[in-house]
């Protein structure tokens, strides 16, 4: 597992075989990521290497080695399958960055089942639209977070079961199962499904502009963007001690929060409590964290807590830093290199829909801070005429990011909603099939977001090409919340975008209009945000609520967010000819 070798070399000489060669993978061997996360691993003679070193609340800590994972993996493998659990069923995890969620995952697809991970944060309503979707037929979660589930229980009938993996058996309501993973008998060897590189793997829902989220469903294939990226971009090499700070309930958690890391046999830590800067450094100390991957709002907040907190903590273990979910600003690029001993944090870009690094600060290369970097070896990316959609070959000019389909870790469909996924496509047939878009050369697929490349090849961020708020590296789609606002009897409409925040970058603020018969003021207000903080998660919780006459909208009655986005901003509010007064 050598990285050494420049960015050139990489993109003259690559093939996406160079992923089996990393991971010594030979084709007819059984490709199943929980396999290869945890059992083949073992069958390497890593078995008592440290898998997970993980820290909790108050002070808990635990460490699991490989053959850990590979037995309390089969634990839930063995437990799901005698619960009925089949091949393409899709069981949802839900629950805290505990072990038993990095033991289900892999369990989950060691039986060829998809797993459909969400935040634990997520109210009961984010929960339901979920679940229905994709309809679910087991969640796996804790008494912290059942209660949610028993609110929603009787509107999802393809719910038929509930684990809760922790906690007090006598406790639980109705048909729950107790589940605990340390009292199942050990199964030393799990009969895993034959899984092959088109098997359904993971289903991670994301937020548009319009409609619910979707689920973007990917395929046991996406190893090999996952491992080679891991390696080549994160840097990761065998006697790593590496930091994901991502949930697994958002794609950054799993891909690099457990799969790639994993797949290498590289030890990863996890930190399962509340931010403040002096907390993660000294878990940095203290587990000798060599790698970190981590987000622009982190580091935004570690900034602001100052570089004398950092002196007081040995951090000498660091050995690479790098950033993913916003833009990554110039001053945290330069601030990181000041205060980590010269180590600065190597930006990525990537979507839950691409599954993998995409555009990156390769390890060696120049950085340009502010800038994400190139494309990884493998990928064509270009930027896109936002008319023509055309590819722009003058630098400097701002177009839409786009890729080249048939990258190995691609999502290969929009969950039941293959309208949808086609529209991500630049020139598709109105018939096509997901099965044909993934993989037609001729076609981009378009990210949804803006961006130039300057004269280097270097790729620049610009924004969003659509109404998504990104707060905290979180996408929020201005639907959810609409939604869950319009059914306060008070408000007439709604309309979420973002503003302007120094740690978060953006933060929810919405408009709303009131129904007649309704005055605003600050009890309404209280009122109004009670009410939605159940059904939502805390990041799409507004953090104003601004009362209008009336909301800007399009002839054909379309509110035009981006019009009071750019209020928030301060930024020209562009052509208003098209919008009505009405
Ligand atoms: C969206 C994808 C993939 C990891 C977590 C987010 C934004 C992502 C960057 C970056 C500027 C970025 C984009 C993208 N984004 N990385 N380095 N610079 N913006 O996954 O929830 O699917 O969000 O996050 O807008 O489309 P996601």
Redesign the pocket.
Known sequence: MSNIGSYEERVKNFSWDIAKEVLDWKDGELLNIGAICSDRVCGMGKGSKPALIWEGFGGRSARYTFDDLKVYSNAFAGFLREQGMEPGDRICIFMDKIPSLYFSFLGILKIGAIVQPLFSAFGEESLEVRLASAETKAILTTVKHVKKVRKIRERLPHLEKVVVVDGNPDRLKGDEIFFDVEKYPAIKEFDVYRSDSETPSVLHY?SGTTGQPKGALHVHNSIWGQALTANWVLDLRDDDIYWCT?DPG???GTSYGIIGPWSLGVTQCVLDSGFTSARWYQFIQDNKVSVWYSAPTAIRALMKDGGELVKKYDLSSLRHLA??????NPEAVIWSGEVFGGLKFH????????GAIM?SNYPGMEIKPGS?GKPFPGIEASVLDLETHEPLTEPGKVGLIAFRPGWPSMFRQYWKRPDIYRSKFVGAREDAMPDELRTDKSLWYV???RASIDADGYFW?VG?DDD?I?TG???VGPFEIESALVEHEAIAEAAAVGKPDKVNMEVVKAFVTLKPGYEPSEELELDIMNFIRKKLSPLAMPQEIEYVEKLPKTRSGKIVRRYLRALEWGEEVGDLSTLSDE
């Open positions: 994301t991502a958002w794609v950054t950033s993913v979910g916003e833009p990554l930006d990525t870009f990537w979507q839950t829909e691409t555009i994400m990210s949804g977001d961020f969003r998504v990104n590296g979180h996408l």
